[in-house]
């Protein structure tokens, strides 16, 4: 257990300059020519492993290689069972997770490839020790700057993770955060520096508004009466508030869908089967709505995914812990031109402002069965919704984003070009 007064972490950055007794250096700034990026190592999950962040890396390394087609590009990945993965041979090195040495022999061998940065995904659980301590022996024998996406901030961290933030801001030259309530948090939580933050949204799929009905007579489904939730299951989503919602949807709405998409998270899978799925099929027939919920049980292709955001009119999201900073799904739908019914989780208030979705108060059936019915009741209002929701995921679309990195990468390649061009006279 790592135990620290906070503050001692940041009293090590200040020690350089605030220390009487190291020598008195004259400085000069020097001019270093500037080189373009050649090559971005990447490190955090990937696909095929199931789970949001191997999902998004997959997809953040497709972008920025779209964007620069000349760039080079490898990945680390972080494993979380001996076996490994069978992974696309940009995955150049394996991490077992819970293998400290492992941490170091990657560093030596980022340090070797002639990346010009590092771009880190950065989750507490997907790294070993206490909260993922173990990464700092790999951040700390890098030689190349890197840029962190940190895809949770804690409002209240422990001790552990306390340390590990501070540790990430010694050791990182930037962060991306998908939020501006994230940036906040960094900077009043954490004491980071907010020019070293950039706030990039979650990247989305490029998929054009109008094209729905095609999806939707193919299933034989109604226009305007697919609700839709999707992510790996597990319990912590709300998907059982949602189904307690049905009734009182159908009651009004006797051919509305509710599709739950998603395999369950291979952990619980692990340690308890399909238990929790079980449940929620229960408590659907229970309600007496079975033949209203289906159920997608499989980790769906992207091609599959973009179709049934497609089929969606309503997309709900119940989660019942309101600080969550960031939610990939939630991106998706909004950027897929669907309205959304979501808890107000803090990127849900961020992301459904000004009229592109409508927020519900947690663990409220009642409240997601008004707000699904009256989307359902006003096809005009839904639609406008829709237009709103799309509009405004333009800017998420992974072209986009892909280009943002980019230059969050080569920020970070140039704060480390400078601070090594204060030479001595």
Not at 22 to 28: C, I, M, Q, S
Not at 157 to 180: G, I, T, W
Not at 386 to 399: L, N, V
């Amino acid at each position: 257990m790592i135990v620290t007064d906070k503050r001692l972490a940041r009293k090590e950055s200040q020690w350089f300059l605030s220390n009487p007794l190291r020598p008195a250096l004259p400085v000069r700034v020097a001019v270093v020519p500037e080189r373009g990026l050649k090559r971005v190592a990447f490190i955090g999950n990937h696909g095929p492993r199931q789970c949001g962040i191997a999902t998004f890396t997959s997809h953040l390394v497709d972008a920025v290689s779209s964007v620069d087609p000349d760039l080079k590009v490898s990945v680390t990945s972080m494993n979380d069972r001996p076996e490994g993965y069978v992974y696309p041979d940009r995955v150049d090195f394996q991490i077992d997770d819970q293998d400290l040495a492992s941490y170091k022999s990657a560093a030596a061998h980022i340090n070797c490839s002639g990346a010009d940065a590092v771009s880190l995904q950065h989750e507490f659980g997907i790294f070993g020790g206490p909260a993922g301590s173990h990464l700092l022996t790999l951040l700390k024998h890098l030689d190349i700057p890197v840029v962190a996406t940190l895809h949770t901030i804690l409002r209240d961290p422990n001790h552990e993770q306390q340390y590990v933030m501070d540790q990430l801001n010694l050791l990182c030259q930037r962060f991306v955060v998908m939020s501006q309530r994230a940036v906040q948090l960094l900077v009043d939580v954490y004491g980071f520096d907010r020019n070293r933050i950039d706030m990039i949204h979650h990247g989305i799929p490029d998929i054009p508004f109008d094209s729905k009905q095609d999806f939707l007579k193919s299933k034989g489904v109604d226009d305007g009466k697919m609700l839709m939730t999707f992510g790996l299951l597990g319990p912590g989503k709300g998907i059982e508030h949602a189904i307690r919602a049905m009734p009182e949807i159908v009651a009004s709405h006797p051919d509305a869908k509710y599709m739950i998409v998603g395999a369950t998270h291979p952990n619980l899978v692990q340690h308890e089967g399909e238990r929790y799925r079980e449940h929620l099929i229960q408590l659907a027939d229970d309600l007496n709505v079975g033949s209203n919920i289906l159920f997608y049980n499989r980790f769906v292709t992207q091609k599959e995914l973009e179709m049934l955001l497609m089929a969606a009119d309503v997309y709900i999201t119940p989660y019942p812990h309101i600080e969550q900073i960031c939610s990939g799904t939630l991106a998706y739908a909004l950027g897929c031109g669907n309205a959304v019914v979501s808890t107000p989780y803090w990127h849900a208030q961020e992301l459904l402002a000004s009229g592109r979705g409508v927020l519900v108060p947690v663990n409220d059936p009642a409240g997601i069965a008004g707000a699904v019915t009256r989307l359902l009741d006003d096809p005009q209002r839904r639609l406008a919704m829709q237009r709103r929701a799309h509009a405004y995921g333009r800017e998420m679309i992974w072209s986009e984003v892909g280009a943002r990195y980019l230059e969050s990468f080569r920020r970070a390649r140039s704060s480390r070009s400078n601070r090594a061009a204060v030479l001595t006279a």
